[in-house]
Nanobody, 122 residues
């Protein structure tokens, strides 16, 4: 299996900053996309930001100009720098990755991290 190991997160006050990091492990051949999703209380899972090959990035409108996704897809690492946090950023954040891995033969994979909680107080 391809495992995603997350770190970071925790508590912050509104206006503060936090950083999440994620690293993929396993018999990975290549990674196409790494991303961060979140699930806010009572809400559905939503994309926060993604990083693809050639450093192509996508951000949710709600985090543009506040969050920055960075990393190296080829090295299977991604981070999310969260600035000017708001109480509505409170959520469980999940790392996501997809690509190709070797399991008896080359094949596609999609993997999710275990989730890390971010809580922002007013």
């Amino acid at each position: 299996q391809v495992q995603l190991v997350e770190s970071g997160g925790g508590l912050a006050r509104a206006g503060g900053s936090l950083t999440l990091s994620c690293r993929a492990r396993g018999s990975i051949i290549s990674v196409d996309t790494m991303a961060w999703y979140r699930q806010r209380p009572g809400k559905e899972l939503e994309l926060v930001a993604s990083l693809a090959t050639r450093s192509h990035t996508i951000y949710a409108d709600s985090v543009k100009d506040r969050f920055v996704i960075s990393g190296d897809v080829a090295r299977q690492t991604v981070s999310l720098q969260m600035n000017n946090l708001k109480p509505e950023d409170t959520a469980t954040y999940y790392c996501y990755a997809d690509g190709q891995w070797y399991h008896h033969r080359p094949q596609s994979f999609t993997s999710w991290g275990q989730g890390t909680q971010i809580s922002v107080s007013a």
